[in-house]
């Protein structure tokens, strides 16, 4: 008995050994950034093994990264605003810009860590950008002899209910605050009303609030809508060419949204070089040309054609108070008179 | 043997009779499974399109009381100036008839008159909540043009009913219907002229009246309502509906295939089952329909199901199933112990054969093997008989031959006096007996006098005859264990055993001398000889046969030299 049981232990060990001797990265990240093809092809070039897992919300990212203190998986994609609770939990660690060479190529933008918020921390970047979209202005070429330069065309009476504006209350007191002149992500205690006051006059100027990227298909299509704020950005400005629609895209002046998507390395990974090394090869310009072309995403290498330089994109932060947000967007939307706030 | 035919024959039946019954078995679980699979999607199909025609027929009622609710006249006199003196009356007029209306339908939620001025603020509202029914003050009432459910009935013409997408809820009031799927069923209100002054909106809680259609269906049915993107608005797991609510969409084509083809139009009900994989019975049979959905414009429309685990469907086909394995074992135990009951009715008698033909092989013991049968077990039996009977009979008639060949290979043919051979044979043993017994025997040499004579004289039928009578008389001298012979033509011994004197001996002797001496009736003729006896005695004369034989035979050639007819005793040695 004993003598078969060592036997067994013999020979599991022995075939275990070669699965123990390649090293393994833990990927952990949204459906559509780490295609199978790509990853094998990682894997070859590195001969190492890739486990990736995937999440569906910025939620479960949390959750998955936040269980045995980041041990769980090497690096992984997060938005801007969710960084700051990675780096206040401690939960990433910074990164060696040498080891990833290929952030030399990036577009400017995204080249000085500096101008990008919540991926650096007393001077040490401890996340690089990979993909992003911009939240601009979809018009009616028809409606509009020329492009909107300005997000206050969303208040213009001429185009009362035909603007549709997406239901979402820390967006909305973003544009609304940029709209008045205000920081986007820090509204002042003694401007809430203002801006109150603000998304009523919207709610007042809009057709109406929409929720799913179809439903603001539907809209502009039956209700002959002439401005469309995107918040799904030059994937939405794409679903409605697709329908038909005669339809232009721009950032206005005042600057568009956008959630940036940086990868990050976990204070728990095991080999920091290959995870660099992961982070290098995401931005080799082949994969994320990719991106681009699968997913309709842009990627921080190549600029897009419709996107200049000169465009102004405010990549999201943590606001002053979501909950507060919620609450009043909640009373706005239903319909409350402007006396009652 | 352990593996014998009778265990092999049985394993056979057993083994066929199971395999025979356990496919009968399956094919009757599974034709029976699939009928009960088909018969459960039937069912399910009727009772939702049933649920779907009701579902229906309540929200024409619910248009219908909209449409009721816009005719009044209190409604749009409410709805014209809504800011004048005489409205107040008509407002609370309308409000008490919105309050008897939820009464009286306790799925609807909230009724409402909307102005189409003043970014549609609301007139009249009477909320549910709890309950209560509350009539919201005007300092509360809410603007909701941006709402579709607001412009889009705005731009209907007069009898024409708009039906909202199904969402959840969330303006904000004292409702019951806050945070809730709901629908709106609204209509607008118009002046005499055609103007549209407002509308009436029914928000009607869509979980309720669901619950309300569904309490006739039985217990195990399992309801799927989604949009006509194929979110999930109903679910038996309220955590996959309205998944686009948290950002996340959870499409019912994702799980239910088929349903697909209901989305993109091509038919209007579906049937599936969903099997989970490795886990028999654990799934669901579904059945869904496309309904219209929409209020009098758009082409909208909402796909229904209900769904039944599979397990309940195929209860009946497992419980056959269980009846099957259990007939099955039993069986398949009566197949054993039939088989046992075969084999041993067959190797039986082929047991009692293997005894017979053993015992016969062993002792010739002929034992009779019942052979009443009439198969071939009977014939085999019978003909074992045959055979038994003809083999005892060939042994016996052998065995006589062998006895007459012994007979004659031992006996003189002509008088039946044992030949030299078996005389040799008796002589050895005589002397190894007296050796043995420390006892005296004698050995006689008789030989005719003049025997040569009488056969020439009278012919060899004569002689032989007088051989014969000779050698009668000499038998009839001795003692049964004494033996006479005949050497060849005139020449007899005689072996006398366990003699005490020489004397005895020589009595014999001379009585076998003298009864030859005396006539011989042969032949109707009187023939008269005499003969010349040789004596010799163990161990006196000899002490081994061929010494013994030597002596007498001298006594004897002693005796014809005297001149026969007379008996000599050996001398030699003394």
């Known amino acids: 008995m004993i003598r078969r049981l060592l036997t067994c232990l013999i020979v599991s060990l022995t075939l275990s050994l070669p699965s123990q001797a390649v090293e393994t990265l833990r990927v952990l990240t949204w459906p559509g950034y780490a295609d199978s093809d790509l990853v094998k092809a990682f894997e070859k070039k590195f001969d190492v093994r890739v486990e990736v897992s995937y999440i569906s919300s910025d939620e479960v990212l949390r959750q998955k990264i936040s269980a045995n203190h980041g041990d769980d998986f090497d690096v992984f994609a997060a938005n801007t605003a969710e960084l700051q609770h990675y780096l206040d939990e401690k939960l990433i660690v ?5 080891n990833i060479p290929n952030t030399a190529n990036q577009l400017p933008r995204f080249r000085n860590a500096k101008n990008i918020p919540g991926i650096t921390q007393l001077g040490e970047v401890y996340a690089v950008p990979y993909t992003y979209s911009e939240m601009g202005l979809i018009f009616d070429r028809k409606q509009f002899k020329e492009a909107p330069t300005s997000i206050a065309v969303m208040w213009d009476p001429k185009y009362q209910g035909r603007v549709l504006a997406f239901n979402d209350s820390s967006h909305n007191f973003s544009i609304a605050s940029l709209a008045l002149g205000g920081k986007p992500f820090r509204i002042e205690d003694k401007n809430v009303k203002s801006v109150v006051d603000h998304l009523i006059a919207l709610r007042r100027n809009v057709l109406t609030f929409y929720t799913l990227p179809e439903e603001s298909v539907e809209l502009f299509r039956t209700q002959t809508a002439a401005l469309l704020f995107a918040n799904y950005g030059r994937q939405q400005l794409k679903l409605l060419q697709d329908a038909g629609a005669d339809v232009g895209y721009v950032i206005p002046q005042e600057g568009a949204l956008a959630w940036l998507d940086c990868w990050a390395i976990t204070r728990g990974v095991k080999n920091k070089n290959l995870a660099e090394r992961w982070i290098n090869y995401m931005l080799d310009i082949t994969v994320s040309r990719e991106l681009t072309r699968r997913q309709g995403l842009s990627n921080t290498i190549e600029a897009d054609t419709a996107t200049r330089e000169t465009d102004k994109i405010i990549w999201l932060e943590p606001v002053e108070d979501d909950k507060r947000r919620a609450a009043l967007w909640a009373r706005i939307i239903s319909g409350d008179l402007p006396g009652r706030f | 043997m352990r593996y014998g035919i009778g265990f092999k024959l049985g394993l056979l039946l057993a083994t066929f009779g199971i395999v025979a019954m356990s496919i009968v078995g399956y094919y009757s679980y599974a034709s029976s499974r699939a009928m009960l699979l088909s018969a459960a999607q039937r069912d399910l199909l009727t009772a939702t399109q049933v649920l779907g025609r009701n579902f229906q027929s309540s929200i024409d009622e619910i248009s219908g009381d909209t449409l009721l609710l816009a005719k009044l006249s209190t409604t749009s006199a409410a709805a014209s100036f809504p800011m004048g003196v005489t409205a107040d009356r008509d407002k609370e007029l309308l409000a008490d008839t919105f309050a008897a209306m939820l009464a009286v339908n306790p799925q609807y939620f909230q009724i409402r008159l909307i102005g189409a001025g003043a970014h549609g603020l609301e007139l009249v509202r009477v909320d549910r909540a709890g309950d209560q029914l509350v009539r919201v003050q005007v300092a509360d009432l809410q603007e909701k043009a941006h709402y579709p459910y607001v412009f889009s009935t705005l731009q209907l013409g007069r009898g024409q009913v708009y039906l909202s997408d199904i969402t959840i809820n969330h303006e904000e009031g004292a409702h019951s219907g806050l945070h809730k799927p709901t629908v709106r069923v609204a209509t607008p209100v118009m002046a005499q002229d055609g103007k549209v002054l407002g509308l009436i909106v029914i928000n009607l809680d869509l979980n309720g009246l669901f619950d309300r259609l569904k309490s006739d269906l039985p217990n195990a049915y399992q309801l799927y309502l989604s949009n006509h993107w194929g979110d999930y608005l109903i679910h038996p797991n309220p955590a996959q509906a309205f998944g686009f609510e948290q950002g996340r969409r959870v499409f019912i084509q994702e799980f239910f295939e088929p349903v697909t083809a209901l989305i993109s139009g091509k038919s209007g009900s579906v049937v599936t089952n969903v099997e989970v994989e490795q886990q028999a019975n654990h799934g669901l049979v579904a059945a869904f329909v496309r309904l219209p959905f929409a209020g009098s414009i758009d082409q909208r429309f909402v796909i229904l199901g209900l769904s039944q685990p599979l397990e ?16 099955i074992v ?6 054993v112990l039939l088989a046992a009951l075969v084999s041993r009715v067959v190797t039986g008698s082929l047991r009692s054969m293997v005894h ?3 015992l016969f092989s062993k002792e010739q013991v002929v034992s009779e093997l019942s052979s009443a049968r009439k198969d071939e077990i009977g014939l085999l039996a019978r003909s074992l008989n045959d055979m038994q009977v003809t083999i005892v009979a060939n042994l016996r008639e052998l065995n006589e031959s062998r006895q007459a060949l012994k007979h004659l290979a031992q006996h003189d043919s002509l008088t039946g006096l044992p030949n030299r051979a078996l005389f040799d044979d008796r002589l050895q043993q005589a002397v190894s007996q007296a050796r043995r017994d420390q006892t005296r025997m004698a050995l006689l040499f008789v030989d005719l006098d003049e025997f040569k004579a009488i056969n020439d004289t009278y012919g060899h039928h004569v002689g032989d005859l007088l051989l014969m009578a000779a050698a009668q008389r000499m038998e009839d001298c001795v003692r049964n264990v004494d033996t006479v012979g005949r050497l060849g033509g005139d ?24 009864t030859l001496n005396q006539p011989f009736e042969l032949d109707g003729r009187h023939i008269h000889i005499s003969a010349s006896i040789g004596a010799a005695i163990y161990p006196e004369h000899g002490s081994d046969e061929l010494t013994l034989a030597r002596s ?23």
């Open chain 2, 312 to 327: 309940n469907v195929v209860r009946e086909a497992k419980k056959l199933g269980w009846t099957t394995i259990q007939m």
């Open chain 2, 552 to 574: 007498a035979d001298a006594a004897m050639y002693l005796s014809k030299e005297e001149g026969g007819n007379r008996v000599r005793l050996f001398e030699g040695k003394k």
């Open chain 2, 330 to 335: 039993v069986l398949g135990v009566l197949a």
């Open chain 2, 356 to 358: 017979a033909v053993g």
């Open chain 1, 94 to 98: 910074p990164l060696r810009l040498a």
């Open chain 2, 491 to 514: 020449e007899f011994v005689v072996l006398l055993t366990h003699v005490e004197e020489e004397q005895d001996a020589l009595v014999v002797a001379e009585k076998i001398c003298k």
